[in-house]
């Protein structure tokens, strides 16, 4: 039993490494992003670059809710 335990989480762990880094590397660059526009641009160029970024996390929220209201 452990041995099976050891070698599943193994390769998982193959699978995920990749994607975790990859996961990262879209936040720093959302930072560096929002650091640079921020500091050179101004609130409101802040603001416009921000919208693309974020609709797509509120469409899917939205599906949630409504995913949701439906079961019931």
Not at 8 to 32: H, S
Request: proline fraction near 4%.
């Amino acid at each position: 039993m452990q041995v099976a335990y050891k070698t599943e989480l193994t390769q998982t762990l193959k699978l995920a490494i990749p994607i975790i880094v990859a996961q990262v590397g879209v936040v720093l660059m959302g930072i560096t992003d929002t650091m640079m526009i921020g500091s050179m641009l101004g609130k409101t160029a802040l603001g416009v670059a921000g919208f693309p970024i974020h609709w797509p996390f509120s469409l899917l929220r939205l599906q949630q809710v409504v995913c949701m209201w439906s079961i019931h």
